[in-house]
């Protein structure tokens, strides 16, 4: 069963900084089966990024994935008032069929 | 645009079942698509619960296998969850979400979620 480990567990920026979220995966996966989700409190999380590199539908360009083999990152370029949230990592695994998030990384104000 | 909304009791009794109905808009389930249930208890991360395709296939998160039931309705266009012998540690809130698979652009991820319903297991 495939175990995802997010880090850091907090990252404090201020608007206008980059920010670079980690996501490492106890097993090796095809990169289609990475995805990026963010969660503001009191919503449904909402998918960023796919196939690990892919952004969704009106996700803007300041959101990019990268990444492969075990090792994944979400970088987001500039940061906006809005951006501040809690980020997961997922990941589809053959072995069992099944799917796996991370624990999350809470993006907070500086 | 494709909209999820689920529906079902907000509190239930320890050792009993929940069942949660999730409707479709926007599109069939009968589509390519997979139909999935997810939690996440307060406070704490996501958890995959289920998915099942119009084909009749079905997937289940291994450690609650033995405890869910996941089915459609074509003709009402919904999906359900079963989830038997509860305990606090099932209090959460369930989310309904659309998945793909190799044949779907979005690949092996959930591209659209219900808003969420509170479910708590106590006495």
């Known amino acids: 069963e495939i175990v995802l480990t997010q880090s850091p567990g907090t990252l404090s920026l201020s608007p206008g900084e980059r920010a670079t979220l980690s996501c490492r995966s106890s097993q090796n996966g095809n990169t289609r089966y990475l995805a990026w989700y963010q969660q503001k409190p009191g919503q449904a999380p909402r998918l960023l990024i796919y196939a690990a590199s892919s952004r969704a539908t009106g996700i803007p360009d300041r959101f990019s994935g990268s990444g492969s083999g075990t090792d994944f990152t979400l970088t987001i370029s500039r940061l906006e008032p809005e951006d501040f949230a809690v980020y997961y990592c997922q990941q589809y695994g053959n072995s069992p069929p099944m799917y796996t998030f991370g624990q999350g990384t809470k993006l907070e104000i500086k | 645009q494709v909209q999820l909304q689920e529906s079902g009791p907000g509190l239930v009794k320890p050792s009993g079942t929940l069942s949660l109905t999730c409707g479709v808009s926007?599109?069939?389930?009968?589509?390519?698509?997979?139909w999935n249930w997810l939690r996440q208890p307060p406070g704490k991360g996501l958890e995959w619960i289920a998915e099942?395709?119009?084909?009749?296939?079905?997937g289940y998160n291994p450690s609650l296998k033995s405890r869910v039931t996941i089915s459609a309705d074509k003709s009402q266009n919904q999906f359900s969850l079963d989830l038997s012998s509860l305990t606090a540690a099932d209090t959460a809130v369930y989310y309904c979400?659309?998945?793909?698979?190799?044949?779907?652009?979005?690949?092996?991820?959930?591209?659209?979620w219900g808003q969420g319903t509170l479910v708590t297991v106590s006495s």
């Open positions: 099942i395709h119009h084909s009749g296939s079905t």
């Open positions: 926007g599109d069939s389930i009968s589509s390519r698509y997979w």
């Open positions: 979400a659309r998945g793909g698979g190799y044949d779907v652009l979005t690949g092996y991820s959930f591209d659209s």
